[in-house]
């Protein structure tokens, strides 16, 4: 029996990256989530469900408390987060273009997940778990961070923001799975294994932008000397619901020296959300403005309206997950994945 009372581990990466297996050892978090082909014991919680069939060294395991955190975006790598935004130092013309050519047309998102293992209990070929877990996910448009840092200094110039996103969720969870090996001796594998796992969620809170659709017009001194603002947001949300997920996956062994996995995560999931959930729809127009001498209260107009809803119900994102595990001496493993 091994006892695993305590283990933390925390990245922070300013590449894209996600714990789509939502592994929750810090041996996976050390291998950067390579390591579903080659997960042990408890360390399968949370993988590919096929792996409860590899052979452990222990025939009962605990995990007592163990969490794992990513955060992620698509434009600015660690180095660069710390030279323009940790300083406060005030921003160069070429720090500004440096900062916004990072900047990918479709806008700057940035991701971020956590897993909180409360319990973990491993048999063979079955697991148990309980967790709470949290996604957040946010999608600025480009042009309205060009806009600040940039200022309004292209002439008739229309700043979109149809292209924001965002959306966050946390919950708990428990997480049955189960794996069986299956021997068949026209395949040319030492071993095959399949295994599932059910999870039962039961979300706190969730919140997600349903569309943004919005304009910034900026003056013209020939034709318009104006500037107007249009927008509207509809954000849905909700402080409860509960669902279930269902994981499958697939593992071979050859010369016990080589596994290779595929996995389905989230493949059929709904969580419906019943407690508090509604829509609401915030507007702003505003029109025949000129900055700094025209900001009178009656030229903007804005409403916010709320619409009560019996329920709605979303998806956890659906992953298929490849991996593979090498071990050519026993001491010695390379892992690779791809989802």
Request: hydrophobic share 45%; aromatic share 10%; proline share 4%.
């Amino acid at each position: 029996m091994r006892v695993l009372f305590f283990s933390l581990t925390i990245i922070l990466m300013a590449a894209n990256a996600a714990i789509a297996q939502k592994a929750i050892d810090a041996r996976a978090a050390g291998m950067a989530f390579s390591n579903a082909a080659d997960t042990r014991g408890v360390e399968s919680a949370g993988s590919n469900p096929a792996t409860l069939g590899l052979k452990n060294d222990f025939r009962l395991e605990f995990n007592l408390f163990s969490a794992v955190a990513s955060i992620s975006n698509n434009s600015f790598s660690k180095s660069q987060y710390d030279r323009y935004f940790t300083t406060g130092d005030l921003l160069s013309d070429g720090d500004i273009d440096d900062i916004l050519n990072a900047i990918p047309a479709s806008g700057l998102r940035a991701d971020g997940q956590a897993r909180l293992n409360s319990l973990s209990i491993y048999l063979p070929n079955f697991s148990f778990s309980v967790f709470g877990v949290g996604d957040a996910k946010l999608n600025i448009p480009k042009s309205a961070l060009e806009l600040p840092l940039q200022g309004n200094n292209e002439l008739g110039r229309v700043y979109s923001f149809d292209e924001a996103d965002g959306a966050d969720w946390a919950g708990m969870g428990i997480s049955v799975s189960g794996a069986q090996s299956i021997r068949w001796k026209r395949l040319p594998f030492d071993d095959i294994i399949l295994g599932a796992t059910l999870t039962y969620y039961r979300g706190f809170v969730f919140d997600e932008i349903e569309s943004a659709d919005g304009q910034l017009r900026n003056f013209d001194l020939n034709s318009n000397p104006y500037i107007s603002l249009d927008g509207e947001l509809s954000l849905l949300s909700a402080n409860g619901g509960s669902g279930v997920s269902l994981n499958f996956g697939g593992l071979a062994v050859v010369n016990e020296k080589i596994t290779v996995g595929l996995a389905f995560f989230n493949s059929i999931s709904q969580i419906n959300w019943n407690t508090d959930a509604e829509r609401r729809v915030l507007a702003i127009h505003a029109d025949s403005i000129s900055l700094p001498f025209n900001l009178e209260d009656d030229r903007i107009v804005d409403t916010e309206n709320v619409f009560p809803l019996n329920s709605f119900s979303t998806r956890l994102p659906a992953v298929m997950d490849w991996s593979v595990a090498y071990s050519p001496q026993p001491d010695v493993t390379l892992t690779a994945e791809w989802e």
